[in-house]
């Protein structure tokens, strides 16, 4: 059973930096193929794509955001780490882990989201 | 980057209606298209993915077609537990999207 939780502040402030960590069961992110990505959905608002990091250590960033965003994993915490820098209140959004199967294969496993609010 | 026009953006109708959502592509994308449904305070699950294939589990009122550009959901029969806001994603190249996303509602 594939499972993935978000955690990280629920709270940062304007130019701090965000870490998120994503940590997941019932796969490996060493296994050939299997990916893992973020996404986040201000409140009220559509899905937007982030950032996705792959077994062999490919990593893909969204381009209007890939200057702020660091994607890493550690496979044998199971986790999968995010860090967004100089974080301002328009990045106020509930952020999402998910697992790809493969290249061009979409989300077929979510975590639950993390709410985060940027204010000082 | 692969830019999204889903519609409509609200869809109000009855239980027991066809409801149909189209998603168009600014350009061709194969068959690499899923479909998502999110009810509110909860993470999207995947319906439909490679167009038309449908998710474990996922009843067959929900069906999806298309190639290229041009896709389209259906749910056949539309039942209370299917009132939510449904989104389309491209995984064919990288950026992935999402569309802007379909809220349906009771009428």
């Known amino acids: 059973q594939i499972t993935l939780k978000e955690s990280g502040p629920t709270l940062v402030k304007p130019t701090q930096t965000l870490t998120l960590t994503c940590t997941f069961s019932g796969f490996s992110l060493s296994t050939s193929g299997v990916g893992v990505g973020w996404i986040r959905q201000p409140p009220g608002k559509a899905l937007e794509w982030l950032a996705l990091?792959?077994?062999?250590?490919?990593?893909r960033y969204s381009p209007s955001l890939k200057s702020r965003l660091t994607i890493t994993k550690d496979t044998s915490k199971n986790q999968v780490v995010l860090t967004m820098t100089n974080m301002d209140p328009v990045d106020t959004a509930t952020y999402y882990c998910?697992?790809?199967?493969?290249?061009?294969?979409?989300?077929?496993?979510w975590g639950q989201g993390t709410l985060v609010t940027v204010s000082s | 980057v692969i830019w999204m026009t889903q519609s409509p953006s609200l869809l109000s109708a009855s239980t027991g209606d066809r409801v149909t959502i189209s998603c168009r592509m600014s350009?061709?994308?194969?068959?690499?298209l899923a479909w998502y449904q999110q009810k509110p305070g909860k993470a999207p699950e995947l319906l439909i993915y490679a167009a038309s294939t449908l998710q474990s589990g996922v009843p067959s009122r929900f069906s999806g077609s298309g190639s290229g550009t041009d896709f389209t959901l259906t749910i056949s029969c539309l039942q209370s537990e299917d009132f939510a806001t449904y989104y389309c994603?491209?995984?064919?190249?990288?950026?992935?999207?999402f569309g802007q996303g379909t809220k349906v509602e009771i009428k």
């Open positions: 998910a697992h790809s199967f493969g290249f061009r294969d979409p989300y077929g496993y």
């Open positions: 994603q491209q995984y064919y190249s990288f950026p992935w999207t």
């Open positions: 350009q061709g994308i194969s068959s690499y």
């Open positions: 990091i792959y077994w062999d250590d490919d990593k």
